[in-house]
């Protein structure tokens, strides 16, 4: 009836956003926005912060990580957590079916009629410049539902050793404890694997139980507490180790950045524990964003976030190295364990250590709980989404997976502590792949998909920022964040 030649396709700026502004994920919305910002702050704070932060610091030179790390956090990692709930707002759905309503929607031409007698156009309908074209940037939600199981594998056995340790402190084991005895104490926590894999089990059993009852309800009660709990924990600590004599060689050590020591691998970890921090790059926060409704300034929230965590991060370093130089520790040797072997010293060399130790531990185990609830997320509403699982189902099957991976690193503090690839053991191979491959990567593909393909309407549309603001997330996102990750990654790489 109608011939091709009748029609215009034209691109206009002006969007239909009725349609948009009424979808709300299936899984339901944020009660309000400090909900929001207390989800995605428990996300982002984890063990990341506390434990993995200040062993990276170490391992990396102190204040040359500490320089690179902050620098990544603004020019790469903020910018990329901006795209990243973009699109789970946006899409409302698990990372994978967000992603394809995104692409789908950013190849959309309207197509116009001409209406030759009345000698003007009429919208009649949308049309897909290809069909094809979308199929792959779903790619990106699988590799973050891969990543998200394989970090909570290695996650969960050390959110065990924080259980384990709530005890510990809770029975008096840290009183008057010296290195040696924190050093013996860990080494003959992670030797024995039965009582790992005991934990491990716990934690995950509790993870999969809290999401196959809806994210929402368990999450938004635990993080009231949590986020103060924490905060209040952590500012005890640091009035404690003012008094201690390695208190300015501590903050020397952290703030002054011998500038000769940031090579290219500390530069590489670096930006993967930014990525591994904020928890971006695998779809946790796109998730988060799909519950989170369209009234809110993404850009508001998120820079709260990243604030709120690159705060603990600090915090942690400002508690831990502090004992490692009044006690004489080898920053450099300590690796995983190293707050497993410091702060037991302090907690039971200060009064009132044994209740804030278990405190702190508690705290910790909340901390890890709620970041493995977002990891474990996107896996979970996929098979919900789009293999017709209950939520229940889903998470027994993704966390049984998890599980059975978790044992792998179990076993790289015993067992098969000698057994290594790439140099590395099971456990240093999968945060090595997760931190500084695999985040990294599906940032880079964030970035370009939100910065290249999604049309500059819908990110406006999403970002309420005001223009100059807008302006500078865009030069980020498009050619700052992903050149840098690329050029770090290379240079790490070789
Ligand atoms: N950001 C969490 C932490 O610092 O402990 C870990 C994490 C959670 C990483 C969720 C990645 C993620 F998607």
């Known amino acids: 009836m109608y011939n091709i030649t009748y029609y215009h396709k034209l691109i206009i700026n ?3 956003t009725i349609a948009q502004n009424e979808r709300k994920s299936i899984h339901g ?9 207390f989800a995605a702050t ?21 204040g040359a990580f500490v320089i690179v790390y902050l620098a990544s956090v603004a020019l790469i990692a903020l910018p990329i957590m901006i795209a990243e709930i973009l699109i789970g707002r946006r899409g409302k759905q698990n990372p994978v079916n967000s992603l394809r309503y995104l692409s789908k929607e950013a190849s959309q031409v309207k197509v116009y009629e001409v209406d030759h007698d009345l000698n003007r156009t009429k919208q009649t309908k949308y049309q897909h410049h290809n069909q094809e074209d979308y199929t792959n940037w779903e790619l990106i939600g699988w590799m973050g539902v891969i990543s998200g199981i394989i970090i909570l594998s290695f996650y969960s056995v050390i959110a065990g050793w924080t259980i384990s340790y709530i005890f510990k402190s809770f029975s008096g084991l840290f009183n008057q404890v010296t290195i040696d005895g924190a050093t013996s104490l860990f080494k003959k926590f992670t030797s024995d694997a039965e009582r790992q894999l005991a934990w491990h089990t716990i934690f995950m059993f509790m993870t999969c139980y809290i999401v196959s009852k809806g994210v929402r309800g368990g999450l938004e009660k635990a993080i009231k507490f ?4 924490l905060f209040m924990i952590l500012l005890i600590l640091t009035g404690y180790v003012t008094t201690l004599s390695g208190f300015t060689e501590g903050l020397r050590y952290l703030f002054l950045p011998d500038l000769n020591k940031i090579t290219a691998s500390v530069v590489w970890s670096a930006m993967g ?23 809110f300034s993404i850009f508001e929230v998120t820079s709260i976030v990243a604030f709120a965590d690159t705060f603990v991060a600090i915090l942690a370093g400002i508690i831990i190295f502090p004992i490692v130089f009044t006690y004489h520790l080898d920053p450099t040797t300590a690796g995983p364990g190293l707050i497993f072997q410091t702060l037991p010293i302090a907690f039971g060399s ?5 209740t804030f130790g278990t405190l702190f531990f508690i705290l910790l185990f909340f901390a890890a709980i709620t970041s493995a609830i977002s ?3 996107p896996a979970v509403t996929l098979l919900i989404e789009n293999f017709r699982h209950t939520r229940a189902e889903a998470s027994l099957k993704i966390g049984f997976v998890t599980w059975l991976v978790g044992i792998g690193t179990i076993f790289s503090f015993n067992y098969w502590q000698d057994v290594t690839i790439l140099g590395m053991n099971f456990f240093n191979l999968l945060d090595a792949l997760t931190s500084k491959v695999l985040l990294p990567l599906g940032g880079f593909s964030m970035a370009i998909f939100v910065g290249y393909l999604v ?10 920022m005001s223009q100059s603001m807008y302006t500078i997330w865009r030069v980020l996102i498009r050619y700052i964040a992903p050149v840098a990750v690329m050029v770090i990654f290379t240079n790490g790489f070789m």
């Open 455 to 464: 049309k500059r309407r819908t990110s406006v549309a999403e970002l309420k």
């Open 375 to 377: 990891l474990i997320e």
């Open 42 to 62: 428990g996300s982002a704070v984890g063990l990341g912060n506390i434990w993995k932060f200040p062993w990276m610091a170490a391992e990396n030179g102190g």
């Open 14 to 16: 002006k969007e239909i």
């Open 226 to 229: 949590l986020i103060p709990g």
């Open 29 to 37: 919305q944020w009660s309000s926005k400090v909900l929001f910002i």
């Open 350 to 354: 200060m009064p009132g250590g044994e």
């Open 273 to 295: 524990m930014a990525f591994f921090s904020l928890s971006i790059g695998m779809g946790a926060l796109m998730i988060y964003g799909s519950y989170l409704s369209n009234k």
